[in-house]
């Protein structure tokens, strides 16, 4: 099974919005509202950002969101600030018990 | 506090084997099911496998189906991965990583990783 599809990179300056999308099929994304979003800083863990798709987890700022539109996920950093710079990977539930993540995104803040 | 320290991670040769272990705390770890994900050096994310809070069922990407084997031992709090016939392919950082109740759930704390390169 092929990876969800991000863009490789995106940028923004301090304050603007940003959206990185993730495109699946009807297999994952697209049936299911199970996609998470994290955040990778190098050398570091990725960290949990979104869950089922628009949720946040306790401690995220809510300048993060998330939402679906048929086969695309999205997730928005609104307010961007130099601590957003990193990579970003979406996650669906893929059905039969198995989880598909996207390629990664990078964030350069500007 | 959630914590997972991986273990096990060495260099070995192609078609070797080596088994992987993972010791949580900070949570009720026979609530949930656990992960195992990998990251090559610059790429991204590959989810490995998952197996259930008891242990009874055991889910694999096709990549190391037949090869690697998720186990968990519930009284020690550990999660291991058992990887045989092992390719260059696999050399990787390997995340332990905590589900949630149900098999879909978001995965929400990751390991620091341990470091598997297969090379001759």
């Known amino acids: 099974q092929s990876a969800l599809t991000q863009p490789a990179s995106v940028s923004g300056s301090p304050g603007q919005s940003i959206t990185i999308s993730c495109t699946g099929t009807?297999?994952?994304?697209?049936?299911?509202?199970?996609v998470s979003w994290y955040q990778q800083h190098p050398g570091k863990a990725p960290k949990l950002m979104i869950y089922?798709?628009?949720t946040r987890p306790s401690g995220v700022s809510n300048r993060f969101s998330g939402s679906k539109s048929g086969n695309t996920a999205s997730l928005t950093i609104s307010g961007l600030q130099a601590e957003d710079e990193a990579d970003y990977y979406c996650?669906?539930?893929?059905?039969?018990?198995?989880?598909?993540f996207g390629g990664g995104t990078k964030l350069t803040v500007l | 506090e959630v914590q997972l320290v991986e273990s096990g991670g060495v260099v070995v040769q192609p078609g070797g084997s080596l088994r992987l272990s993972c010791a949580a705390s900070?949570?009720?770890?026979?609530?949930?099911?656990m992960h195992w994900v990998r990251q090559a050096a610059g790429k991204g994310l590959e989810w490995v496998s998952l197996?259930?809070?008891?242990?009874?069922?055991?889910y694999y990407a096709d990549s190391v189906k037949g090869r690697f084997t998720i186990s968990r031992d519930n009284s020690k709090n550990s999660l291991y991965l058992q990887v045989n016939s092992l390719r260059a392919e696999d050399t990787a950082l390997y995340y332990c990583?905590?589900?949630?109740?149900?098999?879909?759930?978001?995965?929400?704390?990751w390991g620091q990783g341990t470091l598997v390169t297969v090379s001759s």
């Open positions: 990583a905590k589900g949630g109740y149900d098999y879909g759930d978001a995965i929400d704390y």
């Open positions: 900070g949570f009720t770890f026979d609530d949930y099911a």
């Open positions: 197996i259930s809070w008891d242990g009874g069922s055991t």
């Open positions: 089922g798709g628009s």
């Open positions: 996650c669906s539930y893929a059905g039969s018990n198995t989880l598909i």
């Open positions: 009807s297999n994952d994304v697209g049936t299911y509202n199970l």
